[in-house]
T-cell receptor, first 112, second 114 residues
Framework: ELKVEQNPLFLSMQEGKNYTIYCNYSTTSDRLYWYRQDPGKSLESLFV?????AVKQEGRLMASLDTKARLSTLHITAAVHDLSATYFC????????????FGEGTQLTVNP | EPEVTQTPSHQVTQMGQEVILRCVPI?????FYWYRQILGQKVEFLVSFYNNEISEKSEIFDDQFSVERPDGSNFTLKIRSTKLEDSAMYFC????????????FGEGSWLTVV
């Protein structure tokens, strides 16, 4: 059974600071996704990472993938209040078509 | 920008009643999915659908659940006899056929079973 673990689960940070969210998964995967969810809202796609060493950046967010370590990171640079949300990573197991297995989510609060 | 649309946004139903949740996937997408999220918990896969049939389903997707693509645009999830524990946000999603494409989620249908 594929397990996806995120840490931390809760993160409170000051504006302007940097931090990293970690996503570990238990079996080989060919795709990893990061999503953002605002309270009561849908899942907004942030990144799709397809290969070992993949790095993608959008604004203050940068995601990377290490398939050997089965680890993805979401790095936040100079956080702003608008980044407050819950961030999920989700993994597709190699043999499971397109079924996403989600982590528990990291609830990020950026304080002014 | 194209989007996945879902109706209703919120439904309250009595335990034991049948519920149909509707979705209109993005028009050129061929893979369709249902996920659910119980309040405060992570998102769970229910079922994927491709080429007019179920391609994969989870252990949650038991006999009380069914999916259908009744016409060229709609994709529905039916829950035959709702239980209290079916209360959740149900998300429809769709993607293009190529591996590695973004999976787009709808706004969700919040189901409350009383």
């Amino acid at each position: 059974e594929l397990k996806v673990e995120q840490n931390p689960l809760f993160l409170s940070m000051q504006e302007g600071k940097n931090y990293t969210i970690y996503c570990n998964y238990s079996t080989t995967s060919d795709r990893l996704y990061w999503y953002r969810q605002d309270p009561g809202k849908s899942l907004e796609s942030l990144f799709v990472l397809l290969s070992n060493g993949a790095v993608k950046q959008e604004g203050r967010l940068m995601a990377s993938l290490d398939t050997k370590a089965r680890l993805s990171t979401l790095h936040i640079t100079a956080a702003v209040h608008d980044l407050s949300a819950t961030y999920f990573c989700a993994v597709v197991k190699e043999t499971s078509g397109s079924r996403l297995t989600f982590g528990e989510g990291t609830q990020l609060t950026v304080n002014p | 920008e194209p989007e996945v649309t879902q109706t209703p946004s919120h439904q309250v139903t009595q335990m034991g009643q049948e519920v149909i949740l509707r979705c209109v996937p993005i028009s050129n997408h061929l893979y369709f999915y249902w996920y659910r999220q119980i309040l405060g918990q992570k998102v769970e896969f229910l079922v994927s659908f491709y080429n007019n049939e179920i391609s994969e389903k989870s252990e949650i997707f038991d006999d009380q659940f069914s999916v259908e693509r009744p016409d060229g645009s709609n994709f529905t999830l039916k829950i035959r006899s709702t239980k209290l524990e079916d209360s959740a946000m149900y998300f429809c999603a769709s993607s293009e056929p190529s591996s590695g494409n973004t999976i787009y989620f709808g706004e969700g249908s919040w189901l409350t079973v009383v």
